[in-house]
């Protein structure tokens, strides 16, 4: 029996939230659902969301979050892509005639199988 | 789901998992907060970008008076989370 490690599970569960939000957020125009695939494999488990009526918007060019601000300078909002960027281990984005695609990756390495 | 209590000192403590669905009921709680109190989040087992959104948000009215939140209880994905995005720096943790 495959035995995931607690932290990848919450990494995963943090990934998933923040892209799906983010895909609703960012889509106003959107009326259909936004599919989400699960594929667990032997050293690594991999999510795709798919959003089929979206306009391009590359989660991975957006611009680094300042980490090191005051709280008087941080804006609150922006650190949900920071964060996914830090917590899962491959992370691409594809755009095809309205169709955005987030594929993330986690490594199951290490882990007590 | 997610639950915020008030106690009687003033202090609040978070329950379940804080994410973009529950964030009006942790905004409901701190914004009754209007002075220094502790923030017990023991029972709390998730919390993503939108939790951190309302406690930074409010963080930032009280300490227009002075005020502050501490946080206590922290799990260890709940502190990587602040970790990585500069919040233990922000926030006192214990």
Known sequence: MLTIDESVIF???????????NMVKYNHTADSDIAIAIEIGENKIQINLTDYNSTEFDITKTQEVDISQSLAERKVGGLGLHLVKKMVDELSYHYSNGVSEVIFTKYLENQNV | MFKAKILENGDISFHGRLDASQVDKANAALGQVDK??????????????AGLGVLISNEKRLKENGHTFRLIGLNKHIRDVFRYTGFDHIFEIE
Request: hydrophobic residues 40%.
């Open chain 1, 11 to 21: 990494s995963i569960q943090l990934a998933i939230e923040e892209l799906f939000t």
């Open chain 2, 36 to 49: 220094s109190c502790t923030i017990n989040f023991h029972d709390l087992e998730y919390i993503s970008s």
